[in-house]
């Protein structure tokens, strides 16, 4: 069973350009969650999902972010207009449940330029 | 909102010394997980505590959950290098995992 998928696991970005990172979770995991972990810091939630719905997203930015997690395909999550403050790396995860243990992917280094 | 505040940030101890790292959080928790995350690499979930006062051990690490269930404490006997990262508390809210800030452990051989 393969773990959590993330890529690209590097990303390069001029002010101003989109970024999209990918998630694929893990075999049977219906719960993705995004998180970002700025350099030297702890790991702050951004928005979790289940199939085709966005369940909480109380710690995404309202402005240029986005996520999706489609029926089909791996989860989203879209960084319009890049800033360099968006520079971090962004892990995604995966669970069963809210309740279980979630299983981080290898995370996006995102830098902005 | 809710928030899991976690002591110490840092805290650098030489190899076989214990290390204690606490986490409280400012509402009750349903349970609460605890990762580890190496250098440069991601999270990887340890343990979780769903019982008030539940204490629970994996060879030198140990841990607590508090009778009232806000806190939580992970405690590593006779550290060594291979202990090296940062430990992450993170407790479950109503739809999402509250991080604590983490405790950056450094081994000193």
């Known amino acids: 069973n393969a773990g959590v998928m993330q890529n690209p696991r590097h990303l390069v970005r001029r002010r101003g350009q989109e970024a999209r990172l990918r998630c694929s979770p893990m075999k049977g995991h219906s719960h993705v969650y995004w998180y970002r972990q700025l350099p030297e810091e702890g790991l702050k939630f951004m928005v979790y999902?289940?199939?085709?719905?966005?369940?909480?997203e109380s710690g995404m930015p309202k402005e240029r972010f986005s996520a999706e997690f489609p029926k089909e395909g791996p989860s989203i999550l879209r960084i319009q207009q890049v800033v360099r403050g968006d520079s971090a790396a962004y892990f995604c995860?995966?669970?069963?449940?809210?309740?279980?243990?979630?299983?981080f992917g290898p995370g996006t280094r995102l830098t902005v330029l | 909102g809710q928030q899991v505040m976690q002591i110490p940030q840092y805290q650098h101890v030489q190899e076989g010394e214990d290390f204690t790292t606490y986490c409280n959080s400012s509402t009750t928790l349903s349970n609460i997980q605890w990762y580890k995350q190496r250098p440069g690499g991601h999270p990887v979930f340890l343990i979780q505590?769903?019982?008030?006062?539940e204490v629970k051990k994996q060879k030198r690490l140990t841990f607590q959950f508090g009778e009232a269930k806000k806190n939580s404490s992970l405690h590593i006997t006779a550290t060594q290098t291979t202990d090296v990262g940062t430990y992450f508390c993170a407790g479950t809210g109503a739809n999402n995992l509250f991080f604590g800030t983490g405790t950056r452990l450094t081994v000193i051989p």
């Open positions: 999902l289940q199939k085709e719905n966005i369940i909480d």
């Open positions: 995860a995966s669970s069963p449940s809210i309740y279980n243990e979630q299983f």
């Open positions: 505590l769903v019982k008030s006062g």
